[in-house]
């Protein structure tokens, strides 16, 4: 197909031709069907000549998706690049596309035959998220020609992203640590993730935290209104009436939810009805820093659920990058812990949060042993190579303002 007729075509009648070589129930899979009961009647050797078949519908679906993310991305569509690179739609349904990442790439596939758009190509046991790290990266290898300075950039990237997420990790299983220990030492109740301001605010923060910090939060907890400080931090009365806890921090929102949905059926809500109630009675005694931090977990549970998913064979997945799928698989484990913990806190769910945090975060830094010490060296070399960059290019414009120059004298 040339370049000028594959841009006649429409990307959506490609793209379900596509699914007739590979998708579910059609021609790929009948012939791994065909395969696998000629191996079970023994006469696999009469289909020897059907195998090359196999390949080259998995090749002829890629090739035709491609074409579609070509035209898809003349069109402005923000999917075309991940869709070229060998992603399916149904892959990328509800996931973030961010503009900046995509727009060189988008305009590398729309550039079709003019302009080498390989490197955007899905690498074996790319996730989503690995191809969104590392595009940026390669672009600015593909644009400066300078392959250091694009590791240099994939690099801060990384370490942008695990600066969000490996503190955080130690954080939690060093402060879960103290709670566990408090629990077991005096039997203190065992306080939600993510509530240190909360605890601040209302005069109770953690002993770990300076004398000054902690007095000047509790002033600022004493000067905000009352209805306010239950809506950030959560409410004391809610959690009392209906949790049997003191505080909002030491509250199970699902013992919170359940007795307040218990006690709308018995006065004769609806089901739903009831639903409704518990669910809000439990947001409100969460407050909103802790309900949006149990949404944040959640999300990041099921990103990072997603992408090991897409990992394919677990036992693949692991023989190919021992230490990274580990990464992926316990930042899985921190975050669900993480969630179960800042809903309900209780030893099991707090010791839980310590350890997948403690081992995430481990395998994290260890991961990225390597990177770290080579960092500033690569730096350094991006440097001289963009100081080298601007020179030549100041020897460019005085060359160009002399022959400017040149040209409007006279008397030259």
């Known amino acids: 197909m040339s370049d000028s007729s594959q841009r006649m075509g429409n990307p959506s009648d490609l793209e379900h031709l596509a699914k007739l070589f590979d998708g579910r129930g059609n021609l ?37 998706r491609r074409r579609a993310a070509i035209l898809r991305a003349e069109e402005g569509d923000p999917k075309a690049a991940a869709l070229y690179a060998g992603f399916k739609l149904e892959e990328l349904k509800g996931l973030t596309l961010p503009p900046d990442a995509l727009l060189i790439a988008n305009a590398s596939v729309a550039s079709g035959d003019k302009f080498d758009a390989a490197w955007l190509k899905r690498k074996p046991g790319e996730t989503y998220q690995d191809w969104l790290q590392r595009i940026p990266g ?61 605890q601040i605010l209302r005069g109770r923060p953690p002993t770990l935290l300076p004398a000054r910090i902690a007095a000047l939060g509790a002033q600022i907890g004493r000067s905000t209104p009352t209805v306010v400080l239950d809506v950030l931090a959560g409410s004391d009365r809610l959690a009392q009436l209906h949790g049997g806890r003191l505080h909002a921090w030491e509250a199970n929102l699902l013992k919170v939810g359940h007795n307040v949905g218990k006690t709308s059926r018995a006065a004769g809500v ?33 990103v990072g659920a997603f992408d090991v998913w897409q990992e394919g064979n677990p036992v693949e997945a692991f023989n190919r990058d021992k230490l990274g799928y580990a990464s992926k698989v316990s930042g899985v484990a921190f ?9 309900a806190p209780n030893p099991v769910t707090v010791g839980a949060a310590v350890v997948t945090g403690a081992v995430y975060g481990g395998i994290t830094v ?17 440097g ?15 060359d160009g303002a002399k022959k400017l120059g040149s040209a409007l004298n006279p008397f030259d």
């Open 335 to 343: 975050n669900a812990s993480l969630t179960a913990a800042m809903v």
């Open 384 to 398: 001289a190579w963009a100081g080298k960059k601007i020179s030549e290019g100041a020897g460019k414009l005085a």
């Open 138 to 198: 390669d672009a600015t290898a593909k644009v400066s020609g300078d392959k250091n300075l694009g590791e240099v950039v994939a690099d801060y990237i990384e370490f942008t992203a695990l600066a969000s997420t490996v503190p955080a990790a130690f954080t939690t299983a060093v402060l879960g640590t103290v709670s566990l220990v408090k629990r077991f030492r005096r039997g203190d109740l065992m306080k939600a993730p993510g509530t240190t301001l909360a």
């Open 366 to 382: 260890w991961q990225n042993r390597d990177k770290i010490k080579e960092l500033p060296g690569k730096i350094a070399d991006a």
């Open 270 to 302: 609806s089901r739903l009805g009831a639903l409704r109630s518990g669910v809000g009675a439990a947001a409100r005694t969460a407050g909103w820093w802790r309900a949006a931090g149990i949404g944040g977990s959640v999300v990041a549970t099921g």
């Open 28 to 64: 790929a899979d009948k012939l791994d069907e065909a395969f696998s009961r000629a191996s079970r009647l023994g006469v696999r050797d009469k289909l020897v000549a059907l195998r090359p078949l196999q390949s080259w519908a998995g090749e002829t679906a890629t090739d035709l």
